[in-house]
């Protein structure tokens, strides 16, 4: 499984931005997708999931009901909308994996390289 992640960029707060996550390799339903974040300094923390099938979600306190995270299964890929972003969004954002059958999952098994998103005026 291979992960490429993409759309990050600078974005002034209050903005918006959207990133994708596009897949290739095992079949890409049979697998969770989360994105992660590591700002400068800091640990990797998690942000948002997405189940399998594109049913269920879950999100960080820190985003919720400012991020939105979904699925395309046909075209292999994960979105992340962005909404109404803070300084505090600055990070390094990853996508990631998990075969795992626990949801929320509890670890991930691939992992994409990052895209810089920062927040700033």
Known sequence: ????????????????????CVASG??????AVGW????PGKEREFVAAVARSG???????????RFTISRDNAKAAVDLQMNSLKREDT??????????????PGSFDYWGQGTQVTVSS
């Open 1 to 20: 499984v291979q992960l490429q992640a993409s759309g990050g960029g600078l974005v002034q707060p209050g903005g918006s931005l959207r990133l994708s």
């Open 26 to 31: 095992r079949s890409f339903s049979s697998y």
């Open 36 to 39: 992660f974040r590591q700002a």
């Open 55 to 65: 049913g269920s979600t879950y999100y960080a306190d820190s985003v919720k009901g």
């Open 91 to 104: 990070a390094v954002y990853y996508c990631a994996g998990s075969y795992g059958s626990r949801w929320p």
